[in-house]
């Protein structure tokens, strides 16, 4: 019986150092391979921001763009209301601003939420001036006349519907980049 208990004593003393090496060894290559499996994802987000960050900049670019282009003052020198009726030229003015953010709307997706819901918001703002001042023409008043009173409303409010969403996009942008 004395000798089963040196065999087991034997074993015991061979096992244990031999466990514990492996659970070291094992403890040591799981962190190594964790190690590196970081250093591959830094790696990669570092090349995936080489290539996002000119594309985040460019569609920022292109959103102050439009917001530039549909500023009712850059609008209605780009869209001459001349030869037109007001209704026309009030349609002709909509379907510009329109095309103008459905051309960009794809933008969206390189931007954050807040700055989308801001260009969102100062189209609808352009949009709601140039209705606003439609409605209070004659039904016979020229594409002229709703320039002018465009721009009346414009310096009357004393305000530039695009202006605050051009300036959050630049704070962003300086935040960002």
């Known amino acids: ?23 070291v060894a094992y403890s040591m290559l799981k962190k190594l391979l964790e190690r590196d499996y970081k250093l591959r994802l830094l790696e990669l987000r570092q090349k995936n921001a080489e290539v996002v960050t000119p594309i985040r900049l460019q569609a920022y670019e292109r959103v102050v763009l439009l917001l530039e282009r549909i500023t009712p003052s850059n609008l ?6 001349g030869g037109h009726t007001a209704a026309e030229y009030h349609r002709i003015l909509l379907t510009e601003i329109r095309n103008e953010f459905n051309h960009n709307m794809s933008q969206q997706v ?9 260009v969102r918001h ?28 465009i721009l009346e409303n414009v310096l009357n409010n004393e305000i530039d519907p695009t202006a605050r969403a051009i300036s959050f996009l630049k704070q962003e942008i300086g935040q960002v980049f």
């Open 1 to 23: 019986m004395e000798e089963g208990t040196n065999i087991i004593l034997d074993i015991l003393k061979i096992s244990i150092p031999a466990i514990l090496v492996a659970a």
């Open 122 to 149: 100062a189209r609808e703002e352009v949009v709601n001036l140039i209705n606003k001042s439609y409605q209070s023409l004659d039904e016979k008043a020229k594409g002229t006349e709703l320039a002018k009173r």
């Open 76 to 81: 209605l020198l780009r869209v001459s209301g």
């Open 110 to 118: 390189y931007m954050t939420e807040q700055s989308w819901q801001q």
